[in-house]
């Protein structure tokens, strides 16, 4: 026998000297849900250490985020039922949770990369990333409204906007739209391979956001296709994104190594809730490891040519990094 690979799995030094993949905090983005109000803590149920919070509390996550050496969030806002529309208008008012927010968490840690989610779910009545009409989500109608919303968060002091729409041709308008205002360095993640995944139930809890009915099959990906998923990702690099999202990340590791292929643009994968609940939900149980797992999901993330990647584990990741 001449090849043995066992020779470079001998000892921790050897394994360490060929190790392909490492992970640190700086490929880490931390989610965070915001409500309005003060002083309040909302535990979302299916997602075990998630919570929805005020601003005041929030702010001192970040801090502990910061602390950790982490350097980019996205921020998601649960708005008031009352406050919604068919057309989803809460989004651009200025006055409202997110533009506020922003400003807020820039004032207080002006470094922090902060990521806003631009998409109408949070704020329409329906629960659908678009306006409805008469059974159809409105592709034009809403990427106009999508494209004032993105300007409304550069102005408040976002740095990258994220479109998770799933509407044509959205990159290209919002990438016009931000730099007819002035703009220019605002940056754009588009989620550009999103599948209609059934991972998000826990995230649309946490954000009430739950579909009042349908799905999202006529704008987010088929699961079973990939193909049409790496056409995705090079339409939104060609429309002028910065960064591509592929989400969710652990079932769409094939997508995510050919779009870091295909694409040289910065992949970021998206570690849904649903994926973040099943590892919770087995390690409560002791079915498996919590810190190992999760350590090697991200892991096999970066392993498939993710640059970074959004996850609710960010903080525990974050924390174990630097203890280790
Ligand atoms: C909505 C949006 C969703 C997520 C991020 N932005 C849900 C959806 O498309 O229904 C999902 C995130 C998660 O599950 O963690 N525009």
Known sequence: MFIRGRRLRQNENIRNLVEETSISVNDLIMPIFLIDGKNKVEKVPSMPGIHRKTLDKQLEDIKSAIDLGINAIIIFPAVDEKLKDPLGKEALNKKGLIPKSIRAIKKA??????????????????GHDGVLKDGEILNDKTVEILCRQACIHAEFGADIVAPSDMMDGRV???????????????A???????????LYGPFREALKSELKNGDKKSYQINPKNYREAIKEILLDEAEGADLLIVKPASFYLDVIKTSSEASMLPIVAYQVSGEYSMIKA???????????????????MKRAGASAIITYFALEMASLLNNK
């Open 172 to 186: 290209a308008k919002i990438r016009e739209a931000l730099d007819r205002k002035g703009f220019h360095n605002t």
């Open 282 to 300: 087995a390690a409560d149980k002791g079915y498996i490891n919590n810190d190992s797992v999760m350590r090697e999901s991200l892991e096999s």
């Open 188 to 198: 754009i993640m588009s989620y550009a391979a999103k599948f209609a995944s059934s």
């Open 109 to 126: 840690f002006p470094r922090i990369l902060i990521i806003t989610d631009v998409a109408l779910d949070p704020y329409n009545s329906d």
